[in-house]
């Protein structure tokens, strides 16, 4: 269970191992979208970040380059060690995880034709999309007293979903329209 | 294909794409398939179609691992993981940078509003990513029940997803879907 830290309370301690270790599972096992798989070893197990903190840092990845997954192992290591704890984070999800894919891939790579393997792939990544909109729902619930969170967030998906808008342009409108909002906004307890 | 001029080609092109991949990974494949297939000929599109579905279904960094197979397939096992830190080297060094810069960002007093506005427009982003696999792997009414059954079980119990992911897995193979 996640338990929401209070204002003021320090932040958890987290080990050179711990990191690794964290983010060679999430990496491991990230079939279907490892931003499922990173909020549910970030945020519900480890405790490490609340929904808040890893949509903040899940945002910050839109405007840097690379992988969003990448960013987080990045800020999540700095966050908590410094810069031998982001060092810790990227090996834990690439070193093992990488050589592991490497071999099976190479292996995947003569069979890509066969039918079974591309009804099984499709079948996963119909349960991936799954869990990733969920992921995104439960992202959303620190934002549920707010309807211009729930405007923008609907926007946001519109123009990607449905208007196939470019992301990088999406993003650069989108963003300062919903900072401007929440300044406007009645200041919110917390 | 086994020559050094074409591993640092390939290698320096990476660089420069890692550097620049806002929206993520796949953002930088239509220029990648246009730089290695069509403009030197060093792989057929084919093998870069398969290198991507590949990826697709193993565990593990794949994009990364999607950059490592085409190193592979154009200089052998040193230019592949010399593709691999070309890709996530670059990043990861800028997100440090930035991060270091977020956290002092966050300290200031007027910083609530900026935090409040940026995260719903992400979320809707992540949403509409699970919208469009959703899309993309739809061939029915029963794989969007897949689609859904997979949202709802992840919200309101605490099945654990690798369940799920082998019961798609498992309906796939069995060409329910």
């Known amino acids: ?190 | 294909m086994n020559t050094p001029g074409a591993s640092g080609t390939l290698i320096g092109h990476l660089i420069v794409l890692s550097m620049i991949s806002f929206g993520g990974i796949p953002a930088m494949l239509p220029d990648l398939r246009d730089y290695v297939v069509a403009g030197h000929g060093w792989i057929t599109d084919q093998d870069f179609a398969n290198c991507f579905a590949v990826v697709q279904a193993i565990p593990g960094p794949n994009m990364i691992l999607m950059m490592s197979f085409i190193g592979w397939k154009i200089g052998g096992l040193p230019i592949a993981i010399a593709s691999a830190f070309a890709t996530f080297v670059p990043p990861c060094a800028i997100s440090f940078v930035v991060f270091r810069w977020w956290e002092r960002f966050c300290e200031a007093r007027w910083q609530g509003p900026v935090r409040r506005g940026l995260t719903p427009v992400t979320i809707g982003l992540v949403i509409a990513g699970g919208y469009v696999m959703a899309r993309a792997s739809d061939v029915g009414w029963s794989s969007v029940a897949v689609t859904a059954a997979a949202a709802a079980l992840l919200l309101m119990t605490r099945v654990n997803p690798l369940w799920m992911l082998g019961a798609g897995a498992a309906l796939g193979g069995l060409g329910l879907l």
């Open chain 1, 1 to 190: 269970m996640a338990y929401p830290r209070e204002a003021g309370q320090t932040a958890p301690r987290v080990t050179l191992p711990a990191l690794f270790g964290t983010f060679l599972q999430i990496s491991m096992i990230g079939f279907g979208g490892p931003i499922v798989w990173a909020r549910r070893f970030l945020v519900e197990r480890q405790g490490w970040l609340d929904d808040q903190e890893f949509a903040e840092i899940l945002s910050l990845g839109q405007f840097l380059p690379g992988p969003n997954v990448i960013c987080m192992t990045v800020c999540v290591g700095s966050k908590f060690r410094g810069p031998a704890g982001a060092m810790a984070a990227v090996a834990g999800f690439i070193l093992i995880p990488w050589t592991v894919g490497f071999a099976i891939g190479a292996l995947f790579l003569h069979y890509t034709q066969i039918a079974l393997m591309q009804n099984i792939m499709r079948g996963v990544s119909a349960v991936g999309a799954g869990l990733i909109i969920a992921t995104g729902i439960r992202l959303l619930r620190p934002h549920r007293s707010r309807k211009i969170a729930s405007l923008f967030a609907a926007l946001a998906f519109a123009g990607l979903a449905f208007a196939k808008l470019p992301l990088l342009p999406l993003v650069l409108v989108l963003v300062p329209l919903s900072i401007a909002a929440a300044f406007y906004e009645r200041p919110i307890a917390g």
